[in-house]
């Protein structure tokens, strides 16, 4: 993992010396902000917009940033206690669905994944028999069966290959599997070495009924423990989107210095979400409509066999402290 930090300066000896102004807000402890994130446009730019902006610094807070390659390690991290807060795609939401973490807020909505084949391949109903690598528990995961049930086929119809990521990029380039459930920008990496693949299933062929949302998710202790800091949390993370939604060149120019990657990548990623103000996710977290989205991927789990008897929305969704926040 690498790790970010963002040092300040305490204000110990400021309020010791009766020196701390009088209107500054009250500060979360910052024991425990540990953050998750995917070296991604959607996941990493409210970060790189929050230190660029010293939003942190509104709030008290000082985080510890660590990257991951996927939404389930960030929730096994935090059971395992070295992870407090975190970014997850909607594959990953059965992980909360199953009472080992929460949900509390929503990031934006992805337009990026895709059911990819070798050339000879065109439609989904050809990949049966087939070699199909996936992330399992990611948003690839989804996109693939998914694509599977509109075709009236299962997981069982092909053979799935668990994959990390960039072990799906690499064995797809050597052609060693016949297709992927898979995102962008990763799809660009194998595109340049296999140009004339097929992309069979994305996303839009589902929108709007089923949004892919990213989400902000918090441990269960830290939750239960220090809602002010989940609270403190949210609110840089609601400016943060502001800002991304307000100036998504200057965005993605943050971005791109952020992760180290090339800016064309990144741009095209940006380019292709649907951003979230902090006005419209308050009306969607009154109105019910973040619960009817969580409740729609409960249901998806369920019918893959992926989560049994998952929880209610309304018991892993943190619906009162984004609201506060």
Same mark, same amino acid.
């Given at each position: +993992?690498?790790?970010?930090?963002?040092? /300040?300066?305490?204000?110990?000896?400021? !309020?010791?010396?009766?020196?701390?102004?009088?209107?500054?807000?009250?500060?979360?402890?910052?024991?425990?902000?540990?953050?998750?994130?995917?070296?991604?446009? *959607?996941?990493?730019?409210?970060?790189?917009?929050?230190?660029?902006?010293?939003?942190?610094?509104?709030?008290?807070?000082?985080?510890?940033?660590?990257?991951?390659?996927?939404?389930?390690?960030?929730?096994?991290?935090?059971?395992?206690?070295?992870?407090?807060?975190?970014?997850?795609?909607?594959?990953?939401?059965?992980?909360?669905?199953?009472?080992? $973490?929460?949900?509390? &807020?929503?990031?934006?909505?992805?337009?990026?994944?895709?059911?990819?084949?070798?050339?000879?391949?065109?439609?989904?109903?050809?990949?049966?028999?087939?070699?199909?690598?996936? *992330?399992?528990?990611? =948003?690839?995961?989804?996109?693939?069966?998914? &694509?599977?049930?509109?075709?009236? +086929?299962?997981?069982?119809?092909?053979?799935? @290959? %668990?994959?990390?990521?960039?072990?799906?990029?690499?064995? #797809?380039?050597?052609?060693?599997?016949? $297709?992927?459930?898979?995102?962008? %920008?990763?799809?660009?990496?194998?595109?340049?070495?296999? *140009?004339?693949?097929?992309?069979?299933?994305?996303?839009?062929?589902?929108?709007?009924?089923? =949004?892919?949302?990213?989400?902000?998710?918090? &441990?269960?202790?830290?939750?239960?423990?220090?809602?002010?800091?989940?609270?403190?949390?949210?609110?840089?993370?609601?400016?943060?989107?502001?800002?991304?939604?307000?100036?998504?060149?200057?965005?993605?120019?943050?971005?791109?210095?952020?992760?180290?990657? %090339?800016?064309?990548?990144?741009?095209?990623?940006?380019?292709?979400?649907?951003?979230?103000?902090? !006005?419209?996710?308050?009306? #969607?977290?009154?109105?019910?409509?973040?619960?009817?989205?969580?409740?729609?991927?409960?249901?998806?789990?369920?019918?893959?066999?992926? @989560?049994?008897?998952? /929880?209610?929305?309304?018991?892993?969704?943190?619906?009162?402290?984004?609201?506060?926040?």
């Amino acid at each position: +993992m690498i790790t970010r930090r963002n040092l /300040m300066m305490t204000t110990a000896a400021l !309020a010791a010396a009766g020196t701390l102004p009088a209107m500054r807000p009250a500060q979360a402890s910052t024991d425990d902000l540990s953050i998750g994130y995917i070296a991604d446009f *959607p996941n990493a730019s409210v970060f790189a917009i929050a230190e660029d902006q010293k939003l942190w610094d509104a709030e008290g807070l000082s985080p510890s940033l660590k990257v991951f390659t996927n939404g389930p390690i960030q929730i096994q991290a935090m059971g395992a206690g070295s992870l407090n807060f975190g970014t997850i795609g909607p594959g990953a939401l059965w992980l909360p669905a199953s009472g080992r $973490a929460k949900v509390i &807020g929503v990031n934006d909505i992805g337009f990026s994944d895709r059911i990819i084949a070798q050339s000879g391949i065109k439609s989904v109903e050809e990949l049966k028999g087939k070699k199909v690598g996936v *992330p399992q528990g990611t =948003s690839g995961d989804m996109i693939l069966r998914m &694509g599977l049930a509109k075709a009236g +086929m299962t997981v069982e119809d092909i053979e799935m @290959v %668990p994959m990390d990521p960039s072990t799906v990029v690499a064995a #797809f380039a050597a052609k060693q599997i016949d $297709a992927a459930g898979i995102w962008y %920008p990763l799809i660009d990496a194998i595109k340049a070495r296999v *140009p004339d693949l097929n992309e069979l299933v994305g996303n839009k062929d589902f929108f709007p009924d089923t =949004s892919f949302i990213n989400t902000y998710v918090a &441990g269960n202790d830290i939750v239960e423990k220090n809602p002010k800091l989940v609270v403190s949390f949210l609110k840089v993370m609601k400016k943060a989107m502001d800002y991304r939604i307000e100036n998504l060149d200057r965005s993605i120019e943050l971005t791109t210095a952020f992760l180290k990657a %090339p800016k064309e990548a990144t741009e095209k990623v940006a380019r292709s979400r649907k951003m979230l103000s902090s !006005a419209d996710l308050n009306t #969607f977290n009154e109105d019910g409509t973040v619960e009817k989205w969580l409740t729609q991927f409960n249901d998806m789990f369920k019918t893959f066999g992926t @989560v049994k008897d998952p /929880m209610p929305a309304e018991q892993y969704y943190t619906k009162t402290l984004f609201a506060e926040a």
